[in-house]
T-cell receptor
Framework: GENVEQHPSTLSVQEGDSAVIKCTYS??????FPWYKQELGKGPQLIID?????GEKKDQRIAVTLNKTAKHFSLHITETQPEDSAVYFC?????????????FGTGTRLTIIP | GAGVSQSPSNKVTEKGKDVELRCDPI?????LYWYRQSLGQGLEFLIY????????KSGLPSDRFSAERTGGSVSTLTIQRTQQEDSAVYLC???????????FGPGTRLLVL
């Protein structure tokens, strides 16, 4: 089955700096890669996703890049703000449009230092 | 609109007891997933329901775990004869037909003493 590894497990950055979280996956058939943000006491919330036919996607301060050959994808957050502090999870699945059994990474605890 | 809701939000039980966890998906969402999140770990897939199809139970860790979905809406995850290693946050998610985005509920925090 699919295996997703995520690094680093913790990350502290100064407010205003950029943060990068990296994930690798094992199943070359995976074609859907979402990123979730989880705040304390809440369920994960989708922040951005990318499909395998796209190499990069941006949404304001957040971007995700995908390298299918190397089987890794990364989350980039620019101009970090205190409200970006949370746990971030990457995930991978073989998307069948309604049959996404997501395999998650182990999470990155991001702390933004004011 | 209303999101995915789960109840109870917290549950403390004694080893050996049975527990039932409830999930109310977003109205109209046809797919429903259960995940387990152990302390400091990622989410682990448990079971998936899609419409009237047979559920995908491939992630259930043992036969003590079962789930049902009545009327294509509310789902109940049942853990029989709970063990301490069952302590975790149990998360439910739902998706619209043909869409990939999973919307998660706040989870049920289960503690087995």
């Amino acid at each position: 089955g699919e295996n997703v590894e995520q690094h680093p497990s913790t990350l502290s950055v100064q407010e205003g700096d950029s943060a990068v979280i990296k994930c690798t996956y094992s199943d070359s058939a995976s074609n859907y890669f979402p990123w979730y943000k989880q705040e304390l006491g809440k369920g994960p919330q989708l922040i951005i996703d990318i499909r395998s036919n796209v190499g990069e996607k941006k949404d304001q301060r957040i971007a995700v890049t995908l390298n299918k050959t190397a089987k890794h994808f990364s989350l980039h957050i620019t101009e970090t703000q205190p409200e970006d502090s949370a746990v971030y999870f990457c995930a991978a699945s073989i998307s069948n449009f309604g049959n996404e059994k997501l395999t998650f990474g182990t999470g990155t605890r991001l702390t933004i230092i004011p | 609109g209303a999101g995915v809701s789960q109840s109870p939000s917290n549950k403390v039980t004694e080893k050996g007891k049975d527990v039932e966890l409830r999930c109310d998906p977003i109205s109209g969402h046809t797919a429903l997933y259960w995940y387990r999140q152990s302390l400091g770990q990622g989410l682990e897939f448990l079971i998936y329901f899609q419409g009237n199809s047979a559920p995908d139970k491939s992630g259930l860790p043992s036969d003590r775990f079962s789930a049902e979905r009545t009327g294509g809406s509310v789902s109940t995850l049942t853990i029989q004869r709970t063990q301490q290693e069952d302590s975790a946050v149990y998360l439910c998610a739902s998706t619209r037909t043909g869409k990939e985005t999973q919307y998660f509920g706040p989870g049920t925090r289960l503690l087995v003493l």
